[in-house]
């Protein structure tokens, strides 16, 4: 689904990745663990270009997002992001927030008053059923600053798949949550993992990433200096940084 080819990022003389080549097929969960500053969060962006590569490609859908001639609105409607802390729009309901994109997106092809309406119901309707499944939809018409953050996160998670994305790519979406809240986020992309969305996941939760990752890589130096199925990584880890660095978290 995805190929990542030679990519590299540069901060002024800082090489924060370098030179990684890497592909994410259809139905993987890759979950990328890492010390801080190793370059997780910036392959991530990198991924949609919400960081610009300094060189290198990103082939999705196949097409170089890297490419100045790609549209690259169009396809981050197919890659959904959900961020370390929410991004929800605080002025906007939860319906609203969920219900943003799809209405923005899709009413421009629309230009009859009927079907116009018709499309928005729809929509508010699929964002309702979403908001049933993770047992908020008596929230919808609340703000995002009424809910606790595991609610929140569910809600951008929500947000996310209401685009109906191909992939969508998680940036350590429990590391702003309390404690007792982690477990209902986790729960919600377990469920998404077992149907089959295809995802990449930046995570420090070490006994969430053996359950629900099809592969782990492990970023160090703004490299990937190991992978492997989880079993493989946690239990047999090879490289001598891995091994430190189970040693420290486990």
């Not at 590569?53 to 169009?74: A, H, Q, R």
């Not at 992001?81 to 209405?103: D, G, H, R, S, Y």
């Not at 989880?230 to 660095?245: A, G, Y």
């Amino acid at each position: 689904m995805i190929d990542v080819i030679d990519l590299t990022k540069v901060y002024g003389k800082l090489v924060v990745l370098d030179h990684i080549t890497e592909t994410i097929h259809e139905g993987e969960r890759v979950v990328i663990l890492g010390p801080s500053g190793s370059g997780k969060s910036t392959f991530l962006r990198c991924l949609n270009c919400m960081e610009d590569p300094t060189s290198g490609s990103i082939i999705f859908d196949g097409e170089d997002l890297t490419d100045m001639k790609v549209d690259i609105n169009l396809h981050r409607q197919k890659m959904g992001m959900v961020f370390q802390q929410f991004n929800l729009f605080n002025n906007k309901t939860v319906l609203e927030n969920i219900t943003l994109a799809p209405l923005h997106i899709g009413l421009k092809k629309i230009k009859g008053r009927e079907q116009r309406a018709a499309f928005k119901a729809e929509v508010e309707a699929n964002a309702h059923r979403l908001l049933q499944r993770i047992g908020l939809d008596d929230w919808a018409d609340k703000y995002p600053s009424t809910l606790s953050g595991g609610q929140k996160q569910r809600v951008a998670i929500v947000r996310a798949l209401a685009m109906n994305p191909k992939v969508i790519l998680f940036d350590e979406p429990t590391s702003a949550l309390d404690p007792e809240m982690v477990g209902e986020v986790l729960d919600l992309i377990k469920q998404l993992a077992h149907e089959g969305m295809t995802m990449v996941i930046v995570t420090h939760e070490m006994g969430f990433a053996r359950e629900v990752a099809s592969r782990v890589l492990f970023m160090d130096g703004g490299h990937i200096v190991e992978q492997g199925t989880p079993e493989e990584v946690f239990d047999h880890p090879k490289h001598p940084r891995l091994q430190e660095f189970l040693s420290k978290v486990l």
